[in-house]
């Protein structure tokens, strides 16, 4: 009989001490995701938008310079461009933050 198990088990179990480790820091990521974010904003500062690392819009401000009767269609614009802008943002984050978990292996369902 073999000692200390099969060949390769002690590797396997240094794999799997490995994988919980992660797991438990991509769990932590997540909770922490919720509370980091990031700022955007269109025309000038017109509109601002924060989304919080989950890709959550948490706030909307809009400047009431940019209301305007008239053209409503480019305040529209502006919430458009600053929400769209502020979730890239919140994507680029949580993708920089997992990269320090994974080392860059880019787990597919990780987040």
């Known amino acids: 009989m073999m000692k200390g198990g099969f060949p ?10 490995q994988a919980k480790k992660m797991q438990d820091q991509i769990a932590k990521l997540q909770e922490e995701l919720e509370l980091k974010t990031v700022e955007s904003s269109s025309g000038g500062g017109a509109v601002t938008v924060v989304a919080n690392g989950k890709k959550e819009v948490v706030s909307i401000k809009i400047s009431p310079a940019a ?9 529209q614009d502006l919430v458009m461009a600053a929400v769209n802008e502020a979730l890239r ?9 997992m990269a320090k978990i994974t080392g860059g292996l880019g787990l597919p369902g990780m987040l």
């Open 8 to 17: 390769g088990m002690g590797n396997m179990n240094q794999l799997m001490k």
């Open 67 to 75: 209301v305007d009767p008239d053209d409503v269609e480019m305040l």
């Open 89 to 97: 943002s919140a994507e680029e984050m949580k993708d920089s933050e």
